[in-house]
């Protein structure tokens, strides 16, 4: 079975820097590419970035690039999002989803989900 868990959200402040980890188990996901999306309360969730299962292809929304990066550990089961310069309209919950066939910002081209992480940045 596959399962993801998101980790690393909390409360910061605006400037500040949070890294977020997601947990993938399951031989089903090799080879398939993972992603990180977010949803602010009563709106659409929204794509964040993606990587896929080499970690050399990656792709982050123009809302977040210059300031957050995605990327992959050594053991090949575990993504990051590195979220630098914070800001209040970056506060959401955070889901980690795997099983796209490649990096993408298509939501229904993943499988899985995880229970997502909350973000909470103060001004």
């Known amino acids: 079975q596959v399962q993801l868990v998101e980790s690393g959200g909390g409360t910061v402040q605006a400037g500040d820097s949070l890294r977020l980890s997601c947990a993938a188990s399951?031989?089903?996901?090799?080879?398939?590419?993972m992603g990180w999306f977010r949803q602010a309360p009563e709106k659409d969730r929204e794509f964040v970035a993606s990587?896929?299962?080499?970690?050399?292809?990656?792709w982050v929304a123009d809302a977040v690039k210059g300031r957050f990066t995605m990327s992959r550990d050594t053991a090949q089961n575990t993504v990051d999002l590195q979220m630098n310069s914070l800001k209040p309209e970056d506060t959401a919950i955070y889901y980690c989803?795997?099983?796209?066939?490649?990096?993408?910002?298509?939501?229904?081209?993943?499988?899985?989900w995880g229970q997502g992480t909350l973000v909470t940045v103060s001004s």
């Open positions: 990587i896929s299962w080499s970690g050399f292809n990656k």
């Open positions: 989803a795997a099983g796209a066939g490649g990096i993408t910002s298509v939501a229904t081209s993943y499988s899985y």
């Open positions: 399951g031989r089903a996901l090799s080879g398939a590419a």
